[in-house]
């Protein structure tokens, strides 16, 4: 399994904007689909956004469509969440996920441990 280390989270103000990024402990990380997941205190795990690949495909959340955008550098096993118009309700610890496939489920092979984002009002 490929190890995963996200970073970039903290506090913001809503409306303010925050940018994810998660590194990959391998080279074969262009072979994977990456996605990011995020859990708010006392809810379940849910999908925010993923990614193919080449980066040739992306899907999102309902949530969060239009306000964040999620990217990757294959040269530098780096995939990117940016995260714009943020609202209290984004608040929720960060993860990213590594995958054979892109999907809007929680079946990827390999997590993170997760990074801290919380919007103030």
């Known amino acids: 399994q490929v190890q995963l280390v996200e970073s970039g989270g903290g506090l913001v103000q809503a409306g303010g904007s925050l940018r994810l990024s998660c590194v990959a402990s391998?080279?074969?990380?262009?072979?994977?689909?990456m996605g990011w997941f995020r859990q708010a205190p006392g809810k379940e795990r849910n999908f925010v956004a993923a990614?193919?690949?080449?980066?040739?495909?992306?899907v999102y959340a309902d949530s969060v469509k239009g306000r964040f955008t999620i990217s990757r550098d294959n040269a530098k096993n780096t995939v990117y969440l940016q995260m714009n118009s943020l609202k209290p309700e984004d608040t929720a610890v960060y993860y990213c996920?590594?995958?054979?496939?892109?999907?809007?489920?929680?079946?990827?092979?390999?997590w993170g441990p997760g990074t801290q984002v919380t919007v103030s009002t």
């Open positions: 996920a590594a995958g054979r496939r892109m999907t809007t489920t929680n079946s990827y092979d390999s």
């Open positions: 391998e080279r074969t990380f262009r072979t994977y689909a």
């Open positions: 990614i193919t690949w080449s980066g040739g495909s992306a």
